[in-house]
């Protein structure tokens, strides 16, 4: 199904205004391809069909991506938000199934990939309203929806961009000692360890995490400030601005939104879908072995240990790489079941 748009604009990216499970569960089994279309090329479709030609459409992420190097640059715009149903659910899947794509390709030297968070800012007039001190850090800068909808109960809007910006500080620390692969074992990490349902979303949880990771807490610290300033944040500013479209590549309204070599992609949030749109990017030739081969196995419990637990007098370790990468569960070692979190503690049962 091709979608015209009825005005003459960049391309925008559909999205539900609300998505609930009915909706979710309903859109799900719809199958049929899909494409929006700009109005120009949507109107000469149109007249070739109406005089009677045959119209052949090829959709071919080859030509849609620009290609011109050995080095395709990408971003994600995402949220630490894991409450705010199936959307958030997908992101948080797609993070965990792509990460070890992604490590490849940053490791190898053929990607340059940056996280990006959307945030609001509050009017003034209502800065020093209930809502916006719920929702916003830094005097109503920086904001973010509250993840239940409900400011009586559970977090706050202000938690959420908190995390957003700890996690870009992750980034930030990580990419100055040249790993910043670290950040998809963070974010990862962090979901898993430290979801809103157990009530773990917090500062206390996610140094738990960056310490497990051999970053230093204080750095990331330092980066992050206080949210109680009242002045801008270098980093959130940095995002706010980067939201406005550039270019050909539009704004940055929706989440998530992935954007390829400064061209959003549109398309399913699926590892293989979104591998290929990357692959796309690289000049002919210069593709790695990773955009040649379905074979994607990487052992990471080779690398410190993944992170886990792990007895190195015993030689026990609580990190089992899968397909999907590593997970950290507390073994079975001479018959004895250990207990623990599999992360910084495993105890005979």
């Keep these: 199904v091709l979608v015209v748009d009825d005005k003459d604009e960049p391309l925008i ?5 609300q998505e609930d499970d009915e909706a979710a569960k309903y859109i799900q089994n719809i199958s049929i391809p899909s494409a929006l279309i700009d109005k120009k090329f949507g109107e000469q479709l149109k007249k070739a069909v109406k005089d009677g030609e045959m119209v052949n459409v090829n959709l071919d992420w080859r030509e849609a991506v620009p290609h011109p190097d050995n080095r395709v640059e990408y971003e994600l715009w995402t949220n630490s938000n894991d409450e705010c149903g199936p959307k958030c659910d997908m992101l948080m899947h797609f993070l965990k199934e792509f990460k070890g794509a992604a490590q490849l390709l940053e490791k190898g030297g053929y990607s340059q990939f940056t996280p990006h968070y959307i945030t609001w800012y509050c009017p003034q007039a209502f800065v020093v309203s209930k809502q916006c001190k719920s929702q916003c850090i830094n005097h109503g800068r920086y904001c973010a929806p509250d993840p239940e909808q409900d400011f009586s109960t559970g977090y706050d809007g202000k938690d959420v961009v908190v995390e957003n910006l700890r996690q870009l500080c992750v980034f930030n620390v990580a990419n100055e000692i040249k790993k910043p692969w670290i950040w998809w074992d963070y974010v990862t990490d962090f979901h898993i360890r430290c979801p809103m349902k157990e009530k773990k979303y917090n500062k206390k949880c996610a140094e738990t995490v960056i310490k497990s990771l051999g970053l230093e807490v204080k750095k990331i610290d330092k980066c992050m400030g206080d949210p109680n300033d009242d002045s801008d944040h270098p980093l959130l500013k940095m995002e706010q601005d980067s939201q406005i479209g550039k270019g050909s590549r539009g704004d940055v309204t929706i989440l998530p939104t992935l954007v390829v070599n400064n061209r959003q992609y549109r398309g399913k949030l699926g590892r293989k879908a979104v591998l290929k749109a990357i692959c796309a990017g690289f000049e002919e030739t210069t593709e790695p072995n990773v955009c040649l081969s379905d074979d994607m196995e990487t052992n990471e419990c080779l690398s410190d240990n993944g992170g886990c637990w792990q007895d190195k007098a015993a030689n026990v370790t609580a990190c ?21 979190d599999g992360y910084s503690n495993c105890e005979r049962n």
């Excluded at 089992?320 to 623990?340: A, L, S």
């Design 13 to 17: 990216t559909m999205d539900l205004l």
């Design 320 to 340: 089992r790489d899968t397909f999907r990468g590593r997970v950290c569960e507390c073994p079975t070692f001479n018959g004895v079941q250990f207990k623990g």
